[in-house]
Structure formats: C-alpha cells, structure tokens
C-alpha cells in the first residue's frame, strides 16, 4: 500500500475540495438559471392548484384523444393559461427545425459516442470515455452541439433535458429525443423543460402505465412554450454555461488529483509535486 507525505497528502486533498467546491457552484448557477426563468414570469412563488375534485367535457377528451382523467387535471390548464397570458407562447412544434428519437444503437469499437437515458440528466449531459459507441451509417438522427435532448421513456428519468454543450458529435438512442432549433436559445430551451411549467406539461403529455411509460416527439411538439425576451435568454445562458464550464473543471481537478498519486507510486513525489504545481495553477 502506498503512503505518501503529509505534504502530498494535504496537496492532493486540497485538489479535491476544490473540485467539490466548484461542483457545488455549478448546482447553484443551475437553480439560478431556474429561478431567472420563474421570476421573469412572474412565478417564482406560484404554487399549482390541486383541488379534490374536477370535471372535464366529452368534447375536450374526443378533441385530445384522451380518456384518462390525469391528462385534464386542472393545474395542467393553468400552466397552459398562464404561459398564453404573456403574449409570447407558442407550441413547441412551431419552433423545432428536428423532433427525432434516436434508434438502436448498432455497437461498434469505433464510431460516434452514443447517449442514452442514463446520460441525459437534468440541465447536462454526460459524455466521457465511458459511453460507448456506434456507427453512425443509418442514424436518423446526429446530436450536434446545441441540440436539446429529452429522455422520453422510463419513470425517474423520463422528460429530463439538457443542452448538448460538447464539441463532439453523438447519436442517440431510441430512448432520446433529439431538438433543434434556430428560433430560440437551446440552453433556455432546456431550462424551460425542465422548470414546472415544462414538466408538469410533459407530466400531462406522458403516455403509459407502470413501467411502460413514454414521451413521443409528437407529444413534445404539443409543450406549450414561453419564447422569453432575449435578455431572459442570454440570464439563463449565461448561468448555464457558466455551470457547465464549472463542473468540467471539477472534473479536471479529480482526474488530476488521481493522476499526481500514480505519478507519486510510479515516479516518486517530487514528480507528482511538480504535476500538481502545474495542475492548480490552472485551478
């Protein structure tokens, strides 16, 4: 078992907590890209109405296609009438230049990274050497940087989004629904999905029972949208970014602080010394 100096120790110790530190700072620029949104609207309070009782006409299940009495539970109407209030609400299919499910990915040892349910978190999306990848030949879909991918199946993950940020290319699979936009901000985009108001409407549009629920791109398309002034936009970019950018270096900051303890077994502290030098001066 290797022991290393107290000095080592307290470095590589000091590394870590700043990779904490700055993992926590992206937690907190994320609830205030969530909170930007709310309080432009003017909800940063509002709570949903949930009474014990309701009704809804035959003619609005036959106009829906719905018979399910979760589909018409009141507060869904009132996201719905409250986003139309600003003058700035438009259904989402009118603003998507691609609304596409991914497929079965067909696995190779080469090819794009491939992103499934498991990676798409809320506000982030996982992409490291641990995803695993597949020929892109045949993909309806290539995730480029900017897309908004949903999760549309499985209970605990179903209708989290994220802003794709990576420079790199993927391909979903036939759990992830992939949009695209030119008319609107995608991380805003993605924000929005996420806050109430997003998913108590993907709440709403969720086909299914048990485990076999789903979230189609033509439900997505029917998510009633607040196209935000551009200086909402550009908040909740901004904190987005500013998140992300913070956890990548946290990130960093661990591999870094594993790293400087091989370089220690392998070549001795002073070596590992001079790694971590190098390291937090990029910290």
């Known amino acids: 078992m290797f022991l290393g100096s107290d000095q080592l120790c307290n470095r590589v110790a000091s590394l870590i907590n700043s990779a904490y530190r700055r993992a926590d700072e992206a937690g907190r620029q994320i609830e205030s890209a969530e909170d930007c949104l709310l309080k432009a609207l003017g909800l940063a309070d509002w709570t949903p109405p949930e009474p014990l009782s309701f009704t809804a006409?035959?003619?609005?299940?036959?106009?829906?296609?719905?018979?399910?009495?979760?589909?018409?539970?009141?507060?869904?109407?009132?996201?719905?009438?409250?986003?139309?209030?600003?003058g700035g609400a438009v259904k989402l299919g009118a603003i998507l230049d691609i609304n596409s499910r991914g497929r079965q990915p067909d696995y190779s040892d080469e090819g794009l990274p491939v992103i499934n349910s498991k990676h798409v978190r809320t506000n982030k999306v996982?992409?490291?050497?641990?995803?695993?990848?597949?020929?892109?030949?045949?993909a309806p879909v290539v995730i480029?940087?900017?897309?908004?991918?949903?999760?549309?199946?499985?209970?605990?993950?179903?209708g989290r989004a994220a802003a794709f940020l990576h420079e790199q290319n993927a391909l979903p699979d036939n759990h992830v629904?992939?949009?695209?936009?030119?008319?609107?901000?995608?991380?805003?985009?993605?924000?929005?999905?996420?806050?109430?108001?997003?998913?108590?409407?993907?709440?709403?549009?969720?086909?299914?029972?048990?485990?076999?629920?789903?979230l189609y791109p033509n439900?997505?398309?029917?998510?009633?949208?607040?196209?935000?002034?551009?200086?909402?936009?550009?908040?909740?970019?901004?904190?987005?970014?500013s998140a992300f950018n913070q956890e990548r270096r946290a990130q960093d900051l661990l591999e870094a602080a594993k790293r400087a303890v091989e370089i220690?077994?392998?070549?001795?502290?002073?070596?590992?010394?001079?790694f971590l030098d190098a390291a937090e001066g990029t910290s």
Do not use: C
């Open 264 to 274: 220690a077994i392998d070549d001795g502290e002073p070596a590992a010394l001079a």
């Open 177 to 214: 629904t992939v949009l695209r936009t030119s008319r609107v901000d995608p991380i805003y985009l993605a924000v929005f999905l996420n806050s109430l108001l997003g998913q108590l409407q993907i709440e709403r549009h969720i086909k299914g029972s048990s485990g076999q629920i789903e």
């Open 144 to 158: 480029e940087k900017g897309d908004v991918l949903v999760n549309g199946t499985g209970v605990g993950t179903i």
């Open 57 to 86: 006409h035959a003619s609005d299940a036959f106009a829906a296609g719905r018979w399910d009495a979760q589909y018409f539970r009141p507060l869904f109407a009132e996201v719905e009438q409250r986003l139309l209030a600003t």
């Open 126 to 138: 996982l992409l490291d050497d641990d995803n695993r990848r597949a020929v892109e030949a045949g």
């Open 219 to 241: 439900d997505i398309a029917k998510i009633v949208f607040w196209d935000a002034p551009d200086h909402v936009q550009i908040d909740v970019r901004d904190a987005v970014l």
